[in-house]
Structures are given as structure tokens and as C-alpha cells.
Nanobody
Framework: QLQLVESGGGLVQPGGSLRLSCTAS????????ITWFRQAPGKEREGVSC????????DYADSVKGRFTISRDNAKTTVYLQMNSLKPEDTAVYYC???????????????????WGQGTQVTVSS
């Protein structure tokens, strides 16, 4: 069974930082664009950031632009989401999803992704 596993979530104070990791199990990520989503209770799932296969194209939601940075290490089959200056409204379960595509990336929830992780909780609170 091919899997994506997220890690790095936790409880952090406002203004703090966390780095999330999305790691592939039993396959390599180099053929996939990766998108980070988040979903807070009672809210719709939001595409936070995405990165292309090569890492050369990235995109961010306005709500996180300038605070979050997505990167990837294909050799380690891992994609990272560095989250700085965290706010209480960033509290959510964060998921990574893989889409097999030739170029670019998307933050859309409307497409069918090939793999999803189980999610990691991020809580920003004092």
C-alpha cells in the first residue's frame, strides 16, 4: 500500500513556527506535485500551498503568503511546509496530497489526487 505520512504538527504559541513533513512510503515523489491542505472544524478544506515535481513552481494561499514556505527533497521523498509567524487561525488538521502530473501544481480541492495522507494537527494557542 502506497502511503503519504505527515508529521511535525503540534501545539505552538502565536508567533511561533513549525515545520511539517510529508513523506512517501514505498514510492518516490518525483513524479508528483504535492499540495498541502488544511481543514479546521466547521470550515471547508483549504489548499494552503503546492509545489511542482521539480520544485520550481510553488503557490500559496493569500492567507499564508509570506509566512509559509513549501519545499521538497525528492531524494528523501519528502515535502516540507515551513510555517512561521503562526496565528490562531492557522489551527487545523494539515494534510498533504500527491497528484501525478507533468508540470505545475494546483491548490484546488476539486481535482482527484492520487494519494492523501492521514493528517497532522496544528494548534496555535497561548
Amino acid at each position: 500500500q502506497l502511503q503519504l505520512v505527515e508529521s511535525g504538527g503540534g501545539l505552538v504559541q502565536p508567533g511561533g513556527s513549525l515545520r511539517l513533513s510529508c513523506t512517501a512510503s514505498r514510492f518516490t515523489l518525483d513524479a508528483y506535485a504535492i499540495t498541502w491542505f488544511r481543514q479546521a472544524p466547521g470550515k471547508e478544506r483549504e489548499g494552503v500551498s503546492c509545489i511542482s515535481r521539480s520544485g520550481g513552481i510553488t503557490d500559496y494561499a493569500d492567507s499564508v503568503k509570506g509566512r509559509f514556505t513549501i519545499s521538497r527533497d525528492n531524494a528523501k521523498t519528502t515535502v516540507y511546509l515551513q510555517m512561521n509567524s503562526l496565528k490562531p487561525e492557522d489551527t487545523a488538521v494539515y494534510y498533504c496530497a500527491a497528484e501525478r502530473r507533468l508540470g505545475g501544481c494546483t491548490r484546488s480541492s476539486a481535482i482527484k489526487y492520487d494519494y492523501w495522507g492521514q493528517g497532522t494537527q496544528v494548534t496555535v494557542s497561548s
